[in-house]
T-cell receptor
């Protein structure tokens, strides 16, 4: 079982709709969770971090964490063509989370169709 | 805040030569920096974790004598690809961690290495 699992996609969503990206992780003790966006040929960009159960909203983005189900998701409201990218879920599986390495999923390709 | 730079952004070198890539945290001190490699249409692969003032920790399968990492200060880490071969051609990306319990990593823009 992979430590961090994502559906590779591509996920195609019409412009203006809600895009829903999902991620599961294997280590129940994980403390920190991240979503990165990576455009083709570019490096990843941190867009959301979440540390406790529930929802965290930032503009059009909402991260949702459910530690009991070992599940983290990212919702993108009012999807725009510029949101088309690969979204990487990342998890810090260490209980001592201070500056430890994080484990990346393989990413979900999101395509927003006009 | 949390800006990481990398230099060069693109480099072409001949087989057998060495290439040095610099990674700098511009507006924060990074106790830990990470080096990744990414081949086209593949996911990020962590190569090594670099702590300031100590030896880097390499991931399994990464040759430490080929990929030399130096983390001389809290704002600078370097990766040297020694005796480069065409199969080393890849996108090399560094990241820096703020160093608190949040463990957020911020990525540099990457260096595209082509070995001819």
């Amino acid at each position: 079982q992979k430590e961090v699992e994502q559906n590779s996609g591509p996920l195609s969503v019409p412009e203006g709709a809600i895009a829903s990206l999902n991620c599961t992780y294997s280590d129940r003790g994980s403390q920190s969770f991240f979503w990165y966006r990576q455009y083709s040929g570019k490096s990843p960009e941190l867009i959301m971090s979440i540390y406790s159960n529930g929802d965290k909203e930032d503009g059009r983005f909402t991260a949702q964490l459910n530690k009991a189900s070992q599940y983290v998701s990212l919702l993108i409201r009012d999807s725009q063509p510029s949101d088309s990218a690969t979204y990487l879920c990342a998890v810090n599986p260490f209980r001592d989370s201070s500056a430890s390495k994080i484990i990346f999923g393989s990413g979900t390709r999101l395509s927003i169709r006009p | 805040g949390a800006v990481v730079s990398q230099h060069p952004s693109r480099v072409i070198c001949k087989s057998g030569t060495s290439v040095k890539i610099e990674c700098r945290s511009l507006d924060f001190q990074a106790t830990t920096m990470f080096w990744y490699r990414q081949f086209p249409k593949q996911s990020l692969m962590l190569m090594a974790t670099s702590n300031e003032g100590s030896k880097a920790t390499y991931e399994q399968g990464v040759e430490k004598d080929k990929f030399l990492i130096n983390h001389a200060s809290l704002t600078l880490s370097t990766l040297t690809v020694t005796s480069a071969h065409p199969e080393d051609s890849s996108f090399y990306i560094c990241s820096a961690a703020v160093g608190d319990s949040r463990s957020e990593q911020y990525f540099g823009p990457g260096t595209r290495l082509t070995v001819t």
